[in-house]
């Protein structure tokens, strides 16, 4: 199949973009670089890429609506991958301005463009943060949603809607992702296990939001990229899925499980919790177990292993 995968040098995009090509499908990669962190590091996540023919990278904003008219009509589709946006709960409520544009502007112009050009099968990456600070566990598709407490969260939330609307204006068949928590090798510089492997390793302190009693649904890189896979697959209608681990951990079980992998002593930093920050996220993985097959298979403790083994080599 021919797929175009927006956000093809970030970290799930440039996975994405890889397994994409290791199953023998034309990808083409659209990017813009932005600098929410060093586009030399999204650079380097195509490194691979680059060397298969099947793989072509334009640079370019998802803002651009003439851009896109292009892209389409001489790439012509076949699916959509869309994992662009501008991604952090937290810098979301600094520049909010920004999240609206690129999440949800860049969002419709996807839309229109697939509606207009025939693309009718499109993959979604959309987000736990959706959920809020609930405390009903496991966190279900079918659970309100209309309560984010972040930017970015509403923007998500908000992506899911419009996809809903034009599939049932237009009847494009859309899978809407809920990704959790993901980590492993190119994860983003500035999220918590990239974060806390570089200061631990480098003997520095690490800031720790909290009592450390939060958890999160930390899902590794390898088993969101089969789901989104999957997804790509099977994508007909409107469906809404959780891709979690569904096993949360702990932070402070965290923290000791990298130290330990590091073999160095984590030294701490609490401060309170940060706005726009959940206590806890938690997936209920049923309907991706039934629908799409998706079974992740690596627990935190062998992720952050793996983790820690890229981190060294890199």
């Not at 999240?99 to 839309?111: C, K, M, S």
């Amino acid at each position: 199949m021919r797929i175009l995968v927006t956000g093809a040098a970030g970290f799930i995009g440039s996975h994405v973009v890889d397994r994409l090509l290791r199953d023998g499908h034309q990808v083409l990669g659209l990017d813009n670089f932005n600098d929410f962190y060093d586009p030399a590091i999204k650079a380097g996540n195509l490194r691979d890429a680059h060397l298969n023919d099947g793989f072509e990278l334009v640079r370019g904003d998802i803002l651009d609506t003439e851009l896109l008219e292009t892209l389409f009509a001489r790439f012509r589709p076949e699916r959509l991958i869309h994992l662009a946006a501008w991604a952090g709960v937290r810098p979301s409520i600094e520049t909010p301005e920004i999240y609206e544009a690129v999440n949800l502007q860049g969002t419709v112009n996807l839309l229109q463009r697939c509606r207009e050009d025939g693309v009718r099968h499109i993959v979604f990456a959309s987000s736990s943060s959706v959920y809020g600070d609930r405390q009903t566990i496991p966190f279900r598709e079918t659970d309100d949603v209309s309560n984010p407490i972040s930017p970015y969260a509403a923007t998500k939330a908000a992506g899911e809607l419009l996809a809903y609307t034009w599939h049932h204006l237009f009847d494009l068949n859309i899978h809407c992702l809920r990704f959790f928590t993901v980590y492993g090798p190119r994860q983003r510089p500035e999220m918590a296990i990239a974060k806390f492997t570089r200061a631990i390793d480098a003997g520095e302190k690490i800031t720790v939001f909290g009592d450390g009693s939060s958890a999160r649904d930390y899902t590794y890189i390898d088993d969101i990229v089969d789901g989104v896979v999957a997804s790509v697959e099977r994508v007909d209608g409107y469906r809404i899925y959780n891709l979690g681990n569904s096993t949360p951990t702990p932070l402070s079980l965290l923290v000791d499980t990298i130290a330990q992998g590091l073999g160095k002593e984590a030294k701490i930093e609490r401060l309170p919790m940060q706005p726009g920050d959940v206590s806890l996220t938690y997936a209920d993985i049923t309907r991706a177990q039934a629908e799409l097959n998706y079974t992740p298979t690596t627990p935190i403790e062998d992720g952050v292993v793996r983790y820690i083994k890229w981190f060294h080599n890199h």
